[in-house]
């Protein structure tokens, strides 16, 4: 006679709906080319531009920042500079990406690498003459 | 007119059949989730670590014949010519034995001496961008150069091997139709028989009474031979092995018998559970990184102040990457050095690499888990003899002795640890290469 394995069925059940869950998380977030935030104590509007998309894996490639204040305005001659990481891992990025104005409000960021999967956090650090903000983008590779 | 027998009744039979659902229900359920069955997302993790997905590996602009298979061919001859080191009797192979997936099954490397670390695989090793357990090289034939100078490896010197090339008749014509002519090597009293600028004191004091232009074309004759051997390296690729060849039928949506069912349960830990595949990840189950994984240090037995030790020249712990990316920036072999035939915008990897201790501390290269069957001991100092001892470190996951291990306790049953362990033994295959090029030629 075959046993009803209650507490292997529940597993089952709990593995199928996790399986949906990262499914439609993966879905929604796999490395977006293009995300906009706003600065933690809301001084720029800040959007990004990966050179692909999606954003790859294992592959230094660059960004492009765009930066405006809160009025629109594009913010120029701002010292940018960058960190980022997996904070579930307790580790920086892989790589040191180094910023350079374009001028228009657009700075392009070098040496961006993600070597794994997971979340990923990319920190701006934005200094003009009178402020100093940062803004946080997050990534689900 | 129902009486309250009957509704209770009724409901009873409702609550069999309700009872009768759930069980068809369950058990459908139950079947879905069986080990062999793969949702969307397992999918697409199978087919990125599947060998189909593995594309050529990335040009290397800073070795001008990477792909050229004339100077393959060279370089196969040279990996397995034993004339190149100080006693004749050691070449690449002696530690990168073909039939051992490229190792040597000990723990630490014997050559001339002992090496400080264990011999890691070289298949697939094109596909990196950093070389050696701490990355401090960052091409392939920059790697070259360093056993064949090493007083525990090869043991001779770059003076040496360019008059081997010089004297050997095959040799000289196949390293002139490749790279153009030789320096007038049988000039004695211009080219020593021994002499490099990092050897023992007489070879250092012959190298540098040398002209400055004579030692560049020796040199520039060392770095030749090494962009031979690395082309030659280039083509040590990985066959499908049991595991590529179920998901090959997977993604086909057939039935496979490929993989035994505690191999396919261990496969679902490998991608899901135990995460590890977020390290060893891709076709070669590297990501190509350093991470640290607290590999247990052997000198913390001796010390109880590892703090200290990375403040040091000669670190008492192996500091692993910390260190390594410094020699690799500071190398006169690098991308943007000399002797490389790169651009400076084609070498972004070391000039994005990151220093910072917080990032490279006790970090290590992510070793390929191919044929990770055939190359124990395992981690850089073959610290572990078995892949249960392995997989007993990632279970508990100690503290690093010098960095911070980035991960977290598994807490996988012993079942699930043998799981994993079957799974690990599926992932052997001989090279994707003629039997010809993976022994020393006639
Ligand atoms: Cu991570």
Redesign the interface.
Known sequence: MRR??VG??VK??A??LG??I??VT?YAESGDQTAEAISEESHFRVSYKAQYDPVP??Q?HPWVLHVEDMEGNLVEKAVVTVDG?MPA??????????ATELGGGDYLI??I?F????SWEMWFYIQTETITDKVKFELEM | MFNTRMIRLISFHRYLYALFVC?LL?NN??Y??DSSEW????LSILKMQWIGSLPAPPPDPSNQVADNIDAARFGHKLFFDSRFSSGGKVSCATCHVPEKSFTDGLAKAEGVGTTMRGTPSIIGVAHSPWFFWDGRSDSLWAQALSPLESDVEHGGNRMQYAHIIYNDADYRKSYQNIFGPLPNLGDHDRFPKNAAPNGNADAKSRWNAMTETDRNDVTRVFVNMSKAIAAYERLLMPSASRFDEYVAATLQGDNSNALTNDEIAGLKLFIGKAMC???H??PLFT??????VGAPDPASKKSWIPFLSFFKDKPLFDVGRYKGVKEAQASEFNCLGEYSDANESDC??I??????Y??TLGAFKVPTLRNISATAPYFHFGQFATLSEVLDHYNKTPEDVVG?N??TELKLSNNELAQLEAFLHSLTSPPAITAELLSAPD
Not at chain 2, 287 to 292: A, K, R, Y
Request: overall charge negative; some cysteine.
């Open positions: 009803f394995k292997l069925v089952k059940c593995f199928l399986c949906l990262i499914a993966a894996l294992n230094i990481g891992h307790n580790h920086g990025l892989p790589t040191e990406p180094v070098e040496g690498k070597s794994m999967t997971g | 069980w369950f359920v139950a879905a989730a949702d969307e997302v397992e595949v977020t390290c990840q891709g990501n190509h990184g350093f991470h640290n972004a990897e000039k994005f690499a990151n220093t910072k917080l990032a911070h980035e991960l």
